[in-house]
């Protein structure tokens, strides 16, 4: 049934990279702390970089969990199912990192995201994931579920922000600086864009 694997590639890269949508869990270290787990969608905001490294766009949201558990203590799984198609479920648990705008390496991250448009969605970061264990198993029990196109309301909403709006619009929001238990979560003031 399950299967652990050397890296990403072949069969498991074109698995991961034609699904429309994936899960990120991260948690702090506390043990009573909040375990966050998020689905990521958006076609062309998730990247192979290599067999052991994987990134996707981290956009503006409601609070900034994932960054703050992976400033802590960078701990992460990413999970794909086959909602279609031949059942699988791939599990990336790794080491992650938030690279902001304002980091040197932002701009070579995003030249492997071509069909998105940084200033359109409130980009926040890159998560850059380093895979310490891949794994599949069967997803026998995952349901078929057709999938019909990617929302277009979070590029609409954010495509009208510049750095400085989207700075105090991230200000007023409860849990962005810092995590549901405290953490720190993103940098504010937004530092500015390298791009």
Not at 45 to 66: K, M, P, Q, R
Not at 126 to 149: N, S
Not at 152 to 174: M, N, P, Q, V, W
């Amino acid at each position: 049934m399950g299967k652990t694997h050397e890296g990403i590639d072949g069969r498991l890269r074109s698995f991961i990279e034609a699904q429309p949508v994936f899960f990120t869990a991260t948690a702090p270290l506390s043990a009573d702390g909040t375990v966050n787990l998020s689905p990521k969608g958006l076609k062309g905001s998730f990247a192979v970089l290599d067999e052991h490294t994987v990134a996707y766009l981290d956009f503006a949201g409601s609070n900034a969990e994932t960054i703050a558990h992976l400033r802590e203590n960078g701990r992460i799984t990413l999970m794909w199912c086959a909602f279609q198609g031949p059942p699988n479920i791939v599990r990336v648990h790794g080491r992650g990192e938030p690279v902001f705008r304002d980091d040197a390496r932002f701009a070579e991250l995003l030249a492997h995201f071509p069909d998105i448009d940084p200033t359109r969605h409130g980009l926040r970061a890159v998560i850059v994931v380093t895979a310490e264990l891949v794994r599949d198993t069967c997803g026998y029990a995952v349901p078929y579920m057709a999938y019909e196109a990617d929302r277009d309301l979070h590029g609409r909403r954010f495509a009208r922000e510049d750095d400085a709006s989207l700075s105090a619009y991230f200000t007023k929001k409860e849990h962005i600086a810092t995590s549901l238990d405290g953490l720190p979560g993103l940098p504010l003031p937004l530092p500015p864009s390298t791009v």
